[in-house]
């Protein structure tokens, strides 16, 4: 087996940290979406906020992208129905999670662990020990 690397992923790790760098060395802001959407969702000044101008480039950039040569993944081979219900119920679970967890997996697992945070670091731990045990529970039990 022959090891490659993943260069649509690497650079979209760079550009994901370099994006939550410069948020935050020029707006004093960290980069967690669900904060950035909290600020979208229940303003706290009118006028187009930087959060709106954040989230039109993450959604501008999904656009872009295919036209400049990036694939998305091919799902086509995903044949299992998911009802609607569990996905609203995932949903709720994922907000639930993150009000309890003071943010989401990109403002702890990006942003908080670039500046050392022990409780960002400890959140991510979290994160990541969860999803291993929800994709285990779900594929073998």
């Not at 090891?3 to 760079?14: C, E, K, R, S, T």
């Not at 760098?21 to 930087?50: F, H, Q």
Request: aromatic letters at 8%.
């Amino acid at each position: 087996m022959t090891f490659q690397i993943p260069w649509d992923a690497l650079l979209g790790g760079v550009l994901l940290g370099l994006s939550g760098l410069i948020l935050l060395a020029l707006n004093g802001r960290i980069a967690g979406i669900s904060s950035i959407m909290g600020g979208v969702i229940k303003p706290k000044k009118l006028g187009i906020s930087w959060q709106l101008l954040f989230l039109g480039g993450m959604i501008a950039a999904g656009l872009i992208a295919p036209v400049s040569g990036f694939d998305y993944p091919d799902f086509s081979s995903v044949s299992e129905e998911t009802s609607p219900l569990f996905i609203i119920s995932a949903g709720l679970f994922v907000g639930v999670g993150t009000t309890l967890a003071n943010g989401c997996t990109s403002g702890h697992g990006i942003c908080g662990i670039g500046r050392l945070s022990r409780r960002s670091i400890v959140a991510t731990l979290t994160f990541m020990a969860a999803a291993s045990v929800t994709v285990f529970a779900r594929l073998h039990l």
